[in-house]
């Protein structure tokens, strides 16, 4: 072999030996260790208030259950073992607890279990979870005493919704909604069950009948790079196959299973009070290629025991949405032509059972704006498939051409459904946001159209939303009288949040205010210049004064989890602070404060990685903050090899971008791939690096990549000025949009010596009809998709990238392809980058092994390029443009 060509193939073999599949890497024994720490408890309280379900979720899956079949299809992801979703979340075990003295008692579980959190019958003397098997997803009733016994010859499906009850706390309750729900009797099921002997999944087809064709015939609109879509008719099939349920009474005492009605592709069913009748929404045919499952046409009708139909009440076509698949603006006047044509055929939102009657139909209907029309016809329900008492709102279909609420009316109709509706109430400045009160006589309306929670929730992050609500109570009672208006809530103002109504489960499963007299009990995470102190007031609706019954001390997190009793002088909280890990407790209000849980620190370790938070400005003044991490045994005046995190967001203006968020009193408890392991490496961490981008929601972001570079140099200035940071050792990453960020901020700037960018998109022209909160097209606006795309700057990556990606993302707008062509494009150009991606992963990470590898990635990525480095290069000399020799 000649000398050069015996040189060559080296070279090619060295090439190759950076391409392909390695083996899963281990970081060190130190984080490891960290990763195999418990995780917290959740609780489930019971209606009672006098027993719980504790679970323990199960963190990391292995590789081998991500493994597992998966069809995506409809924007879904479905195991077609189990007739479930692919890669849902289970609870490891199951401990019911008795309250208040916290006394355990074991449950009777099915070996190697997988298991819902569970959900509790209204009298809270039962409670329903399910097992996912290999061959399927069980249905398991327990009782007070731990017993339990599996309902035969029924299989859950869980293809479209998860079954079991709510999160931690308080908020599990009853539940509604979903493949398992109770009725009101404490007794029966509804369940959505794989219909019996349905026979064999179509098979492959191997050899196609034709091509498969799309065709637009014109007046079509932009809809957002959805995932999973329908491609071709097998696909349709499968899909049907797998969605198809049938509906089922199920006696939890006997375990007798009666089924009823016609099979068919469920997306929900609503029990009435009285248990006799069903909302049923059942998509049909035709599917889309375009559109996600739940925004396929529907029949929405009610149906008795039998499966009769009782009544009819909407047909809907598919649900085209506004502008980029997500609907118009109702708040945005550039929307406002589109929030009108979207309202127009619809009139009717808030399907819902009254849930103190034993089976009345509750809905609203847009009527016509001043100098308008009326919707035509017999309008559709737009938001009919909500579970009630949550108030949705009418938001995207109440507001007429000019931006302003559109009347409306709140509409009953009762059992049998032969009558003519009686309209209860109408406004002339629309019904968005109806929540109902406990006594089911009084709703509360957030008139503002902000939507749900009674309008005491705080404005959505990074929006910088500035409309002021009102929230008025409408007494059903009394039709005639006006709406009293109760309080104001102005976003701009979030440090005076009033808070929002909290609520309970009733009977049925709908949510309700709870009501002590003439008082409700008001909730907020109590934001201010300090930080978030949780708080719960006694609100008085006839004199409209509070009280405070509990506020979060400044030395602990607590937030108030559950009213223990009717008059709220027996809480049940969840507490934590940096030094002491999260746990439930009894509080009685001005009294004793009791531990229910006893969960010990599970991570001792991250008790010597110190935190605070830095605030401080960008130059032109904008209020900005990090949290800071620093390694056990710090010494002051150190400087670090700094590691950047963050995660962009935009605001209208610089009052909302400086408004403090979250709490520096939260216990420490790192799990995945989060950043903050660095710290326990040796690295100061900037976490959670404030980096907003300011200016008008039409226009912010003609100038994304100017602020962002100024928000990592206000950041890495301040950190050099506290002494922790060396200057030429910082790295920047983030996560989605923050990779993305990170993307950009090497093309653009030479602040950092390495990045690391996970699940992003750097190429906006792939995302055309919009991404995050750009409402325009790349055809409106050119200029910035192209600017915004660290793609079209992948010449000017100089500092060494890692692409990490999941191999099945799921998320709208971050195909993997977009990473794949990212490293193409930097190593193209000749710059320093190594993709990795993640067998079965999808836009977060699930698997041990993949959490285990991410991190090794990461630290050795940085350990070479940031801790390690060398002194940075001289500066090239300036060009000179003077031709005068």
Same mark, same amino acid.
Request: proline share 9%.
């Given at each position: 072999?000649?000398?050069?060509?015996?040189?060559?193939?080296?070279?090619?073999?060295?090439?190759?030996?950076?391409?392909?599949?390695?083996?899963?890497? /281990?970081?060190?024994?130190?984080?490891?260790?960290?990763?195999?720490?418990?995780?917290?408890?959740?609780?489930?309280?019971?209606?009672?208030?006098?027993?719980?379900?504790?679970?323990?979720?199960?963190?990391? %899956?292995? @590789?081998?259950?991500?493994?597992?079949?998966?069809?995506?299809?409809?924007? #879904?992801?479905?195991?077609?073992?189990?007739?479930?979703?692919?890669?849902?979340?289970?609870? $490891?075990?199951?401990? !019911?607890?008795?309250?208040?003295?916290?006394?355990? @008692?074991?449950?009777?579980?099915?070996?190697?279990?997988?298991?819902?959190?569970?959900?509790?019958?209204?009298?809270?003397?039962?409670?329903?979870?399910?097992?996912?098997?290999? $061959?399927?997803?069980?249905?398991?009733? &327990?009782?007070?005493?731990?017993?339990?016994?599996? @309902?035969?010859?029924?299989?859950?499906?869980?293809?479209?919704?998860?079954?079991?009850?709510?999160?931690?706390?308080?908020? &599990?309750?009853?539940?509604?909604?979903?493949?398992?729900?109770?009725?009101?009797?404490?007794?029966?099921?509804?369940?959505?069950?794989? /219909?019996?002997?349905?026979?064999?999944?179509?098979?492959?087809?191997?050899?196609?009948?034709?091509?498969?064709?799309?065709?637009?015939?014109?007046? &079509?609109?932009?809809?957002?790079?959805?995932?999973?879509?329908?491609?071709?008719?097998?696909?349709?099939?499968?899909?049907?196959?797998?969605?198809? $349920?049938?509906?089922?009474?199920?006696? $939890?005492?006997?375990?007798?299973?009666?089924?009823?009605?016609?099979?068919?592709?469920?997306?929900?069913?609503?029990?009435?009070?009285?248990?006799?009748?069903?909302?049923?929404? #059942?998509?049909?045919?035709?599917? +889309?290629?375009?559109?996600?499952?739940?925004?396929?046409?529907?029949?929405?009708?009610?149906?008795?025991?039998?499966?009769?139909?009782?009544?009819?009440?909407?047909?809907?076509?598919?649900?085209?949405?506004?502008?980029?698949?997500?609907?118009?603006?109702?708040?945005?006047?550039?929307?406002?032509?589109?929030?009108?044509?979207?309202?127009?055929?619809?009139?009717?939102?808030?399907?819902?059972?009254?849930?103190?009657?034993?089976?009345?139909?509750?809905?609203?209907?847009?009527?016509?704006?001043?100098?308008?029309?009326?919707?035509?016809?017999?309008?559709?329900?737009?938001?009919?498939?909500?579970?009630?008492?949550?108030?949705?709102?009418?938001?995207?279909?109440?507001?007429?051409?000019?931006?302003? %609420?559109?009347?409306?009316?709140?509409?009953? !109709?009762?059992?049998?459904?032969?009558?003519? %509706?009686?309209?209860?109430?109408?406004?002339?400045?629309?019904?968005?946001?109806?929540?109902?009160?406990?006594?089911?006589?009084?709703?509360?309306?957030? +008139?503002?159209?902000?939507?749900?929670?009674?309008?005491?929730?705080?404005?959505?992050?990074?929006?910088?939303?500035?409309?002021?609500?009102?929230?008025?109570?409408?007494?059903?009672?009394?039709?005639?009288?006006?709406?009293?208006? !109760?309080?104001?809530?102005?976003?701009?103002?979030?440090?005076?949040?009033?808070?929002?109504?909290?609520?309970?489960?009733?009977?049925?499963?709908?949510?309700?205010?709870?009501?002590?007299?003439?008082?409700?009990?008001?909730?907020?995470?109590?934001?201010?210049?300090?930080?978030?102190?949780?708080?719960?007031?006694?609100?008085?609706?006839?004199?409209? /004064?509070?009280?405070?019954?509990?506020?979060?001390?400044?030395?602990?997190?607590?937030?108030?989890?559950?009213?223990?009793?009717?008059?709220?002088?027996?809480?049940?909280?969840?507490?934590?602070?940096?030094?002491?890990?999260?746990?439930?407790?009894?509080?009685?209000?001005?009294?004793?404060?009791?531990?229910?849980?006893?969960?010990?620190?599970?991570?001792?370790?991250?008790?010597?990685?110190?935190?605070?938070?830095?605030?401080?400005?960008?130059?032109?003044?904008?209020?900005?903050?990090?949290?800071?991490?620093?390694?056990?045994?710090?010494?002051?005046?150190?400087?670090?090899?700094?590691?950047?995190?963050?995660?962009?967001?935009?605001?209208?203006?610089?009052?909302?971008?400086?408004?403090?968020?979250?709490?520096?009193?939260?216990?420490?408890?790192?799990?995945?791939?989060?950043?903050?392991?660095?710290?326990?490496?040796?690295?100061?961490?900037?976490?959670?690096?404030? #980096?907003?981008?300011?200016?008008?929601?039409?226009?912010?972001?003609?100038?994304?990549?100017?602020?962002?570079?100024?928000?990592?140099?206000?950041?890495?200035?301040?950190?050099?000025?506290?002494?922790?940071?060396?200057?030429?050792?910082?790295?920047?990453?983030?996560?989605?949009?923050?990779?993305?960020?990170?993307?950009?901020?090497?093309?653009?700037?030479?602040?950092?010596?390495?990045?690391?960018?996970?699940?992003?998109?750097?190429?906006?022209?792939?995302?055309?009809?919009?991404?995050?909160?750009?409402?325009?097209?790349?055809?409106?606006?050119?200029?910035?998709?192209?600017?915004?795309?660290?793609? #079209?700057?992948?010449?000017?990556?100089?500092?060494?990238?890692?692409?990490?990606?999941?191999?099945?993302?799921?998320?709208?707008?971050?195909?993997?392809?977009?990473?794949?062509?990212?490293?193409?494009?930097?190593?193209?150009?000749?710059?320093?980058?190594?993709?990795?991606?993640?067998?079965?992963?999808?836009?977060?990470?699930?698997?041990?092994?993949?959490?285990?590898?991410?991190?090794?990635?990461?630290?050795?990525?940085?350990?070479?390029?940031?801790?390690?480095?060398?002194?940075?290069?001289?500066?090239?000399?300036?060009?000179?443009?003077?031709?005068?020799?």
């Amino acid at each position: 072999m000649k000398p050069s060509t015996k040189a060559f193939s080296l070279l090619c073999l060295t090439a190759l030996a950076l391409i392909g599949a390695e083996t899963y890497q /281990k970081p060190p024994k130190e984080i490891i260790d960290l990763l195999n720490s418990p995780g917290s408890a959740a609780l489930v309280l019971s209606p009672t208030r006098d027993y719980a379900l504790q679970g323990r979720p199960v963190r990391y %899956p292995p @590789i081998a259950e991500l493994s597992q079949p998966m069809l995506r299809l409809a924007g #879904m992801r479905i195991n077609p073992k189990t007739n479930g979703l692919h890669d849902p979340r289970f609870q $490891s075990t199951l401990t !019911l607890k008795k309250l208040p003295e916290g006394t355990e @008692i074991k449950i009777a579980l099915p070996p190697n279990p997988k298991l819902s959190i569970g959900r509790w019958s209204p009298d809270g003397k039962h409670f329903a979870f399910t097992n996912t098997t290999n $061959s399927g997803i069980e249905l398991w009733i &327990g009782d007070l005493t731990g017993a339990t016994h599996k @309902i035969a010859n029924l299989r859950v499906n869980e293809v479209l919704g998860a079954a079991g009850g709510g999160g931690g706390g308080g908020r &599990g309750g009853a539940g509604a909604g979903g493949p398992v729900q109770w009725l009101a009797d404490s007794k029966t099921l509804l369940v959505q069950m794989v /219909k019996p002997n349905r026979g064999a999944p179509p098979a492959d087809e191997l050899v196609p009948e034709g091509p498969h064709v799309q065709e637009s015939l014109g007046g &079509g609109r932009g809809v957002v790079t959805h995932e999973d879509m329908l491609e071709t008719p097998h696909d349709e099939k499968v899909w049907e196959f797998y969605a198809t $349920s049938q509906l089922a009474m199920v006696d $939890s005492l006997a375990g007798t299973v009666t089924p009823f009605g016609k099979a068919g592709v469920i997306e929900s069913a609503r029990p009435s009070p009285d248990g006799k009748y069903v909302i049923v929404t #059942m998509i049909h045919r035709p599917f +889309s290629y375009l559109y996600p499952a739940r925004q396929f046409p529907k029949e929405i009708d009610v149906w008795d025991r039998a499966g009769n139909l009782a009544h009819h009440i909407a047909s809907l076509p598919l649900a085209v949405g506004g502008r980029g698949g997500n609907g118009p603006d109702p708040t945005d006047p550039a929307d406002d032509a589109a929030a009108a044509a979207a309202a127009a055929p619809r009139g009717t939102q808030n399907l819902e059972w009254r849930f103190n009657e034993p089976a009345t139909l509750m809905w609203t209907e847009t009527l016509a704006a001043p100098g308008g029309r009326a919707p035509a016809g017999n309008p559709a329900p737009a938001t009919a498939t909500a579970t009630g008492g949550r108030g949705t709102g009418a938001g995207r279909g109440g507001r007429g051409g000019n931006g302003a %609420p559109r009347p409306a009316q709140l509409m009953a !109709l009762r059992a049998p459904f032969t009558g003519t %509706p009686q309209t209860v109430f109408k406004s002339d400045t629309g019904l968005a946001g109806l929540t109902w009160f406990e006594n089911g006589h009084w709703i509360l309306l957030d +008139s503002g159209g902000a939507g749900g929670r009674g309008g005491g929730a705080a404005p959505a992050a990074g929006r910088g939303a500035r409309t002021p609500t009102q929230a008025k109570l409408i007494d059903l009672d009394k039709p005639n009288e006006a709406p009293r208006t !109760l309080w104001t809530r102005n976003p701009a103002e979030r440090y005076s949040d009033v808070g929002r109504p909290m609520e309970k489960a009733m009977p049925g499963g709908m949510r309700a205010i709870i009501l002590d007299g003439d008082n409700v009990f008001l909730q907020s995470n109590g934001p201010s210049p300090t930080g978030d102190h949780p708080f719960v007031d006694r609100y008085n609706l006839t004199t409209q /004064k509070s009280e405070h019954l509990f506020r979060c001390d400044d030395t602990h997190y607590e937030t108030v989890d559950a009213l223990m009793d009717a008059h709220g002088t027996k809480l049940l909280t969840h507490r934590e602070s940096p030094t002491e890990p999260p746990n439930y407790f009894l509080r009685t209000v001005g009294g004793a404060l009791t531990a229910v849980t006893h969960d010990p620190d599970p991570q001792p370790l991250m008790r010597q990685v110190s935190k605070q938070r830095v605030e401080y400005k960008r130059s032109d003044g904008v209020d900005l903050s990090f949290i800071l991490y620093l390694p056990p045994n710090y010494k002051p005046g150190t400087r670090l090899p700094t590691v950047l995190w963050a995660y962009p967001r935009e605001f209208e203006d610089a009052d909302a971008a400086g408004v403090v968020t979250g709490s520096t009193q939260r216990f420490t408890e790192v799990s995945g791939y989060s950043e903050i392991f660095f710290a326990v490496e040796g690295y100061a961490v900037l976490d959670n690096a404030a #980096m907003p981008v300011v200016g008008d929601r039409r226009t912010v972001n003609d100038h994304f990549v100017e602020e962002i570079i100024k928000d990592s140099k206000a950041a890495i200035d301040k950190a050099v000025e506290m002494g922790v940071t060396d200057p030429t050792r910082v790295g920047v990453g983030g996560h989605s949009y923050g990779a993305f960020m990170t993307d950009n901020l090497l093309a653009q700037c030479d602040l950092f010596r390495a990045g690391i960018a996970e699940s992003g998109a750097p190429n906006r022209t792939l995302t055309p009809f919009g991404f995050q909160n750009e409402r325009r097209t790349i055809w409106e606006a050119p200029e910035t998709y192209l600017k915004m795309s660290p793609f #079209m700057y992948a010449n000017k990556i100089k500092a060494p990238l890692l692409l990490i990606h999941g191999e099945a993302d799921d998320n709208d707008g971050t195909f993997p392809i977009q990473s794949e062509r990212m490293y193409e494009a930097v190593r193209g150009n000749g710059g320093t980058v190594r993709l990795v991606f993640l067998p079965y992963e999808a836009h977060g990470y699930r698997a041990w092994e993949t959490i285990e590898h991410v991190l090794w990635e990461k630290f050795s990525w940085f350990d070479k390029y940031v801790k390690n480095a060398g002194p940075l290069p001289p500066a090239a000399p300036p060009t000179s443009n003077n031709n005068n020799h």
